[in-house]
Each structure stands twice: as C-alpha cells, then as structure tokens.
Nanobody, 117 residues
C-alpha cells in the first residue's frame, strides 16, 4: 500500500499547479484525504481536506485559490492551486485514511512547490 504525491514544481507568482495524490496497492476504500504543507522553519499546516462524500474544508490562506477534489474510481485526490503566491512555497504532503485490513492513516512522500516572485 502506497500513497504517492506528485505535480510539484517551480512556477511564477500568479501561476497554477495541480498536485495529485494516488493511493495504490491492496486498498478496499479511500476515506478522508488531507493536503498539508511545510515551509522551511515552519510547522506543518493543513491546507485542504476532503471527505469520502466530497465535503471540503480549506485553510483561510488558500480559500478561493485552491480547490481539492477526488476521483474515487482512480483512488486519486487532486489539489488545484491557482493564483500562487511566494508564501505558498513549501513541501506539500498528502495524508489519507485507507481501508486495507482496517482503517489506517498513510502519508505520501511530499512534493516541492516553489513560487518565484
């Protein structure tokens, strides 16, 4: 069972990126999924979350700019990031509740997002 985050990169301020979080392996169901980020010297913070039913929640700093969505058929959750700012620069991690032998929380490896001014 593995959780893979991808889609990071270098973008200019005002640009967009789409992150993907793919759950693979012997998985029976994907529950709630969360995107966190951690900038150098700062604590990890919750950016956005989505329930299995599709309810969403966002940090105030990204509301109106980021959109979290999911494709249950593909076991994938996306984070569409628009109007990026230099302060969005961080390593982004996905965290998901996966049903294997039981429900368990998994972390992806992180993907770097760098926004230049």
């Amino acid at each position: 069972v593995q959780l893979q985050a991808s889609g990071g990169g270098l973008v200019q301020a005002g640009g967009s990126l789409r992150l993907s979080c793919l759950a693979s392996g012997r998985i029976f169901s994907v529950g709630g999924v969360r995107w966190y980020r951690q900038a150098p010297g700062k604590q990890r913070e919750l950016v956005a979350e989505i329930t299995r039913e599709g309810s969403t929640n966002y940090a105030d700093s990204v509301k109106g700019r980021f959109t979290i969505s999911r494709d249950n058929a593909k076991n994938t959750v996306y984070l569409q990031m628009n109007s990026l700012k230099p302060e969005d620069t961080a390593v982004y991690y996905c965290n998901a509740d996966l049903l294997t032998a039981g429900w368990k929380s998994y972390w992806g490896q992180g993907t770097q997002v760098t926004v230049s001014s």
